[in-house]
């Protein structure tokens, strides 16, 4: 069992800056990747970033590129999301999800994650 805790969410003006935290606990051991979605009001929850556990490989959804960096603290077992140049198209639930198992490239469906974040509120205004 895996628990994972997101926080940094919040309210913030279009083009503003937030850093959401993902605190993995429990087996983490077993941990291949952590990825990041997001669920929008009406809309289907969505792939954003993904990390592989060790770090070394990273993958964004092409809306998100080159706004969003997805990184790992290693000593406390934690990721995060820096989210830059927000929009209020951003605005979601992000959620992060741990995968088991064996590592697969670029994993950004939900049906490749086994163990998911209560989530937290992003609210960007316009």
């Known amino acids: 069992q895996v628990q994972l805790v997101e926080s940094g969410g919040g309210l913030v003006q279009a083009g503003g800056s937030l850093r959401l935290s993902c605190a993995a606990s429990g087996r983490t051991s077993s941990i291949v990747a952590i990825g990041w979605f997001r669920q929008a009001p009406g809309k289907e929850r969505e792939f954003v970033a993904a990390?592989?556990?060790?770090?070394?490989?990273?993958y964004y959804a092409d809306s998100v590129e080159g706004r969003f960096t997805i990184s790992r603290d290693n000593a406390k077992t934690t990721v995060y999301l820096q989210m830059n140049s927000l929009k209020p198209e951003d605005t979601a639930v992000y959620y992060c999800?741990?995968?088991?198992?064996?590592?697969?490239?670029?994993?950004?469906?939900?049906?490749?994650?086994?163990?998911w974040g209560q989530g937290t509120q992003v609210t960007v205004s316009s």
């Open positions: 990390i592989r556990w060790s770090g070394e490989m990273v």
């Open positions: 999800a741990a995968k088991f198992g064996q590592f697969i490239v670029a994993p950004s469906t939900r049906t490749q994650y086994n163990y």
